[in-house]
């Protein structure tokens, strides 16, 4: 090997650590934390979740198809809420008539790390669901750790609670028009009153 080839190598090898660096600079960070809920007219932060099958959601580009309706449950704060399952079915039941209005809805199961994925299946079994057996434009995604329940200041940090349970409007340029949070476990939004909602913005 030549001093030249030698040489070469040796400095290759000294630049990895920072192209290295370089790379991990590039990768969108985490939104931070917030103290209080988003509100109306704001940019709504973006996120990549996981539904409870699996598969990756984009809420950037979710957000692009707009509008989308975010549906933040109180997932598992140690048992299946029933204003949670309440909801969610009206919002399921739906689903014809949130896909004629052109919105998605996502629901969002925030709760711990550890077992999140099975406590959302069994809260979808409850429903006689599952995530594959969702109507469009239906989704359910996991938020471990709260990722963004604390994007979104929506962390009720309190023994056996996980989130104010919440009901947003995004339009496709990613700002909300429409947010409804409540300080308890009732006081839910119901479908019929998003898609009503949903009509005034297309007026």
Request: hydrophobic share 40%; aromatic share 6%; charged share 25%.
């Amino acid at each position: 090997m030549s001093a030249r080839t030698t040489f070469t190598s040796l400095l290759a090898l000294a630049l990895l650590p920072a192209l290295a660096l370089a790379a991990d600079s590039k990768k969108p960070a985490d939104p931070p934390t917030r103290d209080k809920p988003i509100k109306v007219g704001e940019k709504a932060p973006t996120l990549t979740l996981t539904s409870e099958a699996g598969k990756k959601v984009d809420l950037a580009k979710v957000y692009q198809d707009g509008p989308t309706v975010l549906v933040v449950l109180r997932g598992y704060p140690g048992y299946q809420c029933p204003a949670c399952s309440r909801q969610a079915a009206g919002f399921i039941g739906a689903a014809d008539k949130f896909k004629q209005a052109g919105a998605k809805v996502v629901m969002v199961y925030p709760g711990g790390v550890a077992n999140l994925g099975e406590r959302a299946g069994e809260f979808l079994a409850a429903q006689k669901r599952s995530e594959k057996s969702l109507p469009e434009p239906v989704v359910m995604t996991l938020d471990p750790d709260y990722q963004l329940t604390n994007a979104y200041g929506l962390r009720w940090d309190a023994p056996r609670e996980t989130a104010y349970p919440s009901t947003y409007i995004i339009g496709k340029d990613g700002k909300v028009t429409f947010a409804e949070v409540s300080r308890t476990h009732g006081g839910r939004v119901a479908a019929d009153k998003v898609l009503k909602e949903l009509g005034k913005k297309k007026s």
